[in-house]
């Protein structure tokens, strides 16, 4: 079963620009969520999707929205970029059948100049 | 959510036993204790969890003190693969949601 794939791996912006990631989760997982990690504030949750609704929200600015499709896939997206958005980007899924493990990609990392 | 307190880094011994603590002082009786670990430039790995039996899996044991006000890892024999920041989580049994409230982890450092 393939794991949690996350494109694009790296990806380097100027302030001012916006990005879009992109998430799909393990075949058969309608949960996928987001989370930032950087090395001042560790892993912070974003927002989580579940069968193309936003269940739960982190303390972020409204620039971070995300979505999700009906095939699952995530994707998320940060407009008018600032150099504090520099960070590693992390989307997990989770399943009805591993209700308490979450699954994790390898990560966007993001860097903004 | 409650919060949960762990040492910042720790040192092992290749092929010897770890014991990774975790207190958790304000835990209800409805959190449940999740493990995950990160090992560098990977995306977070689920580890373990328990809620007030010790557990035990293939990856490691977690043994749960009797007033749940704490919790250890343990890792039976360590290998250079297990060098990772461990993170201790706790996570309602209402939450129904994916949400994960990490805290700084303990920093496992592993020597030949």
């Known amino acids: 079963k393939a794991g949690v794939t996350q494109t694009p791996r790296y990806l380097i912006k100027t302030r001012g620009q916006q990005v879009t990631l992109s998430c799909s989760p393990i075949s058969g997982h309608r949960s996928v969520s987001w989370y930032q990690q950087t090395p001042g504030q560790g892993l912070q949750f974003l927002f989580e999707y579940f069968s193309e609704t936003q269940r739960n929200k982190g303390n972020f600015p409204g620039r971070f929205s995300g979505r999700q499709f009906s095939n699952s896939r995530s994707e998320m997206n940060v407009s008018t970029l600032e150099l504090g958005d520099s960070a590693l980007y992390l989307c997990?899924?989770?399943?009805?059948?591993?209700?308490?493990?979450?699954?994790f990609g390898p990560g966007t990392r993001l860097t903004v100049l | 959510d409650a919060k949960t307190t762990q040492p910042n880094s720790m040192e092992s011994n290749e092929e010897e036993p770890v014991h990774l603590p975790c207190n958790h002082s304000?835990?209800?009786?409805?959190?449940?204790i999740h493990w995950y670990r990160q090992l560098p430039s990977q995306g977070p790995e689920y580890v373990i969890h328990?809620?007030?039996s010790n557990v035990n899996n293939r990856m490691a044991s977690l043994a749960i003190a009797e007033d749940r006000k704490s919790s250890t890892l343990i890792l039976h024999r360590a290998t250079l693969r297990d060098a990772a920041v461990y993170y201790c989580i706790l996570r309602d049994v209402g939450n129904q949601g994916g949400k994960l409230i990490f805290g700084q982890g303990t920093e496992l450092s592993v020597k030949p």
């Open positions: 328990g809620l007030t």
């Open positions: 304000t835990i209800s009786g409805t959190d449940y």
């Open positions: 997990a899924s989770r399943g009805a059948a591993t209700y308490n493990e979450q699954f």
